[in-house]
């Protein structure tokens, strides 16, 4: 079983900012990447920035510049660095480990964080 617990959620005025963690537990070995997907009332849930070991971060365009992944291997966690929050980032966050098993690979999901930006 794989666990992960977010925190740092809240609710922030906008052009503020916030920082997200999670940190993963249980039977991690083999952890391929970690990142953060965010969910909007009544929208799909989207990537807003992945960590792949070994490769590339990816952003979604829409917080390119403002918002930055970052993982302390040693703690299995991943943080999420919020800023020039915009009431357009209000959504629950959701934090994402993907597990390499072999030659095949795991999603797992946190619980989700809410993430209000408002005055």
């Known amino acids: 079983q794989v666990q992960l617990v977010e925190s740092g959620g809240g609710l922030v005025q906008p052009g503020g900012s916030l920082r997200l963690s999670c940190a993963a537990s249980?039977?991690?070995?083999?952890?391929?990447?970690m990142g953060w997907y965010r969910q909007a009332p009544g929208k799909q849930r989207e990537l807003v920035a992945i960590m792949p070991n070994g490769g590339s971060t990816n952003y979604a365009d829409s917080v390119k510049g403002r918002f930055t992944i970052s993982r302390d291997n040693a703690k299995n966690t991943v943080y999420l660095q919020m800023n020039s929050l915009d009431p357009e980032d209000t959504a629950v966050y959701y934090c994402?480990?993907?597990?390499?098993?072999?030659?095949?690979?795991?999603?797992?999901w946190g619980q989700g964080t809410q993430v209000t930006v408002s005055s």
């Open positions: 994402q480990a993907v597990l390499k098993r072999g030659t095949s690979f795991f999603n797992y």
């Open positions: 249980g039977s991690i070995w083999g952890i391929a990447a």
